[in-house]
């Protein structure tokens, strides 16, 4: 069974760093990209980016460009979302997904993390 | 890029069909057929239920369909049950290769 599993909910200030996971199972994880999607209080799904976990190749929404990093660790079957300083604008659900296809179908999908970014 | 455009709601009575659009630009849904339409229930995580405009992975029903026409992608439920009243996303992929969602669809089974 294809599984992603991700880490839990997260309370941070405003400046600090944070690093979120997301671990794959059932499947063989370098063979599928892992996407990252947004979605804040109350509204809809944004996506951020994505990773190629074979070779761990990013590329990013131009609305997220330059304010997160995507990485992962294939040995750990593991991917991660960070960032380096956080905004209370930061605050939202975040999903990984698995790509299950050539056009960026979202076929997997982790339970969420919740992040909450409060001074 | 902008996201796509869905409507903000949609109603219909059990035992009807309800038809979501989402219309986007030639650099996304008019360009490629890689549409995708997403149901999330409060508090949980999307499910995929169409990719490549018509295509249902293993165990959606197949009261669930979609379709394309030029830049506007749509998405059929027929036969509505109760337990379809949920927010509904569509996504396409775009010429820069990203994806972008639409807005939203909040469909109510009255």
């Known amino acids: 069974e294809v599984q992603l599993v991700q880490s839990g909910a997260e309370v941070k200030k405003p400046g600090e760093s944070l690093r979120i996971s997301c671990k794959g199972s059932?499947?063989?994880?370098?063979?599928?990209?892992i996407s990252w999607v947004r979605q804040m209080p109350g509204k809809g799904l944004e996506w951020m980016g994505r990773i190629d976990p074979s070779d761990s190749y990013t590329n990013y929404s131009p609305s997220f460009q330059g304010h997160v990093t995507i990485s992962a660790d294939k040995s750990i079957s593991t991917a991660y979302l960070q960032w380096s300083s956080l905004k209370a604008s930061d605050t939202a659900m975040y999903y990984c997904?698995?790509?299950?296809?050539?056009?960026?179908?979202?076929?997997?999908w982790g339970q969420g993390t919740l992040v909450t970014v409060s001074s | 890029q902008s996201a796509l455009t869905q409507p903000a709601s949609v109603s219909g009575s059990p035992g009807q069909s309800i038809t979501i659009s989402c219309t986007g630009t030639?650099?996304?849904?008019?360009?490629?057929?890689?549409v995708s339409w997403y149901q999330q229930h409060p508090g949980k995580a999307p499910k995929l239920m169409i990719y490549d405009v018509s295509s249902r992975p293993s165990g959606v029903s197949n009261r669930f369909s979609g379709s394309k026409s030029g830049n506007t992608a749509s998405l059929t439920i027929s036969g509505l049950q109760a337990e379809d009243e949920a927010d509904y996303y569509c996504s396409s992929y775009t010429s820069s290769s990203t994806l972008v969602f639409g807005g939203g669809t909040k469909l109510t089974v009255l």
């Open positions: 030639s650099s996304d849904v008019g360009g490629y057929n890689y």
């Open positions: 997904a698995r790509l299950t296809g050539q056009g960026y179908p979202l076929g997997y």
């Open positions: 059932g499947y063989s994880f370098t063979s599928y990209w």
